[in-house]
């Protein structure tokens, strides 16, 4: 397994501590100007979410942490997950449930996911930003405010509860940031 | 040429500068620009130098201070001096660390340890305004802000204080990099809250080129290092001018360098001899000029402050 000194870590970078993987946030450099100096790191656990910060000697080795990130096609949901597509080897893999987590109302088919892995598991699945998505139920469109900033709520074809504006009538396509489930504007635009 | 900022941070730093020369002039105290470059390079286990090729036959060594040619030039007569320029240390690279950095360093021949704090808090309210001081030792910080007789306890104990400010591998440290971790995350934080905090009454091991003296039946060294708002802005010293004491500190320092498997470096000769031939008793403190200019302008890094930061890829 490759190591990396704490002196060459930097943000985004994957490493394994206590046989799980963590996300680096940010590492800073804490060094008295007679003494030993120290890298104070802040990372984040890939499967829990956890944050934590972790102070080591600097020129400590750290693993890499065996991540491997690959684009992967919907195809079809399972009763207990869903099926994807490797877009190069055209493998397909089933990804539990449990695994989609709060992405459930974000899976349509035919998009590209980020599919994560950990030694071989799927730890996380990660959807494109912006979806394009059908609004299939919302109560009818009021033309006059045309601000946006007034709010109603909304059903879309894959069943993510969102938030439009009033003026959104059902069969139209929104774009929604699936980061915070908002939405953004209308499709197209 | 520069908009905005840029142009107000450039003639505030050429202000400081100015001042800092006008603070030295005041006090009959002389500039010296000393080499950069030198054969030899300083010993401290832990500062590593940046190495130059000169030639293709000879390495010479960028200074990490310049205290090794001024006190050359204190064995030589020089009376007080002041350095203002730029010093370079490897792996220095963080938020208020810069692989070279601006320092001003100076001597005063005869001004007691307590005056050499006065003339310091001085310079530094030079930058930061009219703060008050005040003054805490090595042992008085640990019991206050930990809870702890730091000679007195165990490694044991050392590293159970240590556990609330998230170690890594703690199990391996040794007593020096313990302390060290529990001065840089449980005292620190603690020191120049509002005014200026004097950190004194260093342990003997950690005295590096200061005299060693007996305070209240206890041995500590006549060190101190000069807090604002957490973050160490100088370190100054009753100058050792004890030739062999200074060449043990050395060989020492060496091998602590050789344990953790860092390069070693010869021993300065020319400055060990004007060492032995004397300088005149004297303090001496440098302080970090960017960093000073930094907390000046509340910044919070240094990079915010240079015109010119190391590209730092972390």
């Known amino acids: ?189 | 040429m520069f908009p905005g900022p840029e142009a107000n941070l450039l003639k505030d730093r050429a202000a400081m500068l100015r001042k800092a020369r006008g603070f030295f002039e005041e006090r009959g105290v002389i500039e010296v620009d000393c080499c950069a470059l030198s054969p030899r390079a300083a010993i401290d286990s832990n500062i590593d130098v940046i190495a130059a090729s000169v030639s293709d036959r000879e390495t010479g060594f960028l200074h990490t201070s310049p205290e090794y040619a001024m006190k050359r030039l204190l064995a030589h007569g020089s009376g007080d001096i002041y350095f203002l320029g730029h010093v370079y240390r490897k792996g220095d690279i963080g938020r208020v660390h810069n692989p070279e950095f601006a320092m001003a360093e100076w001597y005063r021949i005869g001004l007691s340890f307590t005056g050499m704090i006065e003339d310091t808090c001085d310079f530094l309210r030079l930058f930061l305004g009219p703060l008050p001081a005040s003054s805490i030792s090595y042992r008085e910080s640990f019991s206050r802000y930990l809870g702890i007789d730091y000679t007195a306890a165990s490694l044991d104990e050392l590293k159970q204080a240590a556990l609330p400010f998230s170690p890594s591998g703690i199990e391996s440290w040794n007593r020096d990099a313990t302390v060290h971790f529990l001065l840089t995350h449980g005292i620190e934080p603690h020191l120049g809250r509002g005014g200026l905090t004097v950190f004194t009454d260093y342990p003997p091991h950690e005295a590096a080129l200061a005299r060693v003296v007996e305070k209240n039946g206890e041995k500590v060294a006549e060190r101190f290092e000069i807090y604002y708002e957490s973050v160490e802005l100088a370190n100054g010293y009753h100058e050792l001018s004890d030739a062999f004491e200074l060449r043990r500190r050395f060989e020492e320092e060496n091998a602590i360098r050789q344990s953790q498997s860092k390069e070693t470096y010869l021993l300065d000769e020319a400055f060990l001899e004007a060492m032995s031939r004397g300088i005149p008793d004297c303090c001496g403190v440098s302080v970090g000029f960017d960093r000073a200019l930094m907390l000046r302008r509340k910044a919070r890094s240094l990079g915010e402050v240079l015109p010119f930061a190391w590209p730092s890829m972390l």
């Not at chain 1, 007034?150 to 069943?159: D, N, Q, R």
């Open chain 1, 1 to 189: 397994m490759s190591t990396l000194s704490t002196n060459e870590i930097r943000v985004g970078m994957k490493v394994e501590v206590d046989k799980e993987p963590w996300l680096i946030i940010s590492n800073e450099f804490v060094k008295p100007g007679k003494g030993n100096a120290f890298n104070r790191i802040k990372m984040k656990n890939m499967i829990s979410g956890r944050v934590v910060e972790r102070t080591y000697k600097s020129g400590e080795k750290l693993d890499v942490a065996d991540i491997e990130e690959t684009q992967m096609r919907f195809l079809y949901k399972e009763a207990d997950g869903a099926v994807f597509m490797d877009e190069k080897t055209f493998d397909q893999i089933t990804i539990s449930n449990e695994i989609i987590g709060n992405n459930q109302p974000w899976l349509m088919e035919e998009l590209i996911y980020q599919v994560v892995f950990y030694k071989g598991a799927v730890i996380e699945l990660v959807p494109p930003t912006f979806i394009e998505m059908l609004i299939t139920e919302t109560a009818p469109g009021v033309r006059g405010d045309t601000s946006g900033r007034v709010l109603k709520p909304a059903t879309t074809e894959t069943g993510a509860k969102v938030q439009v504006p009033i003026f959104v009538e059902e069969g139209e396509k929104v774009k929604i940031d699936t980061r915070t489930g908002e939405y953004v504007s209308r499709a197209g635009s």
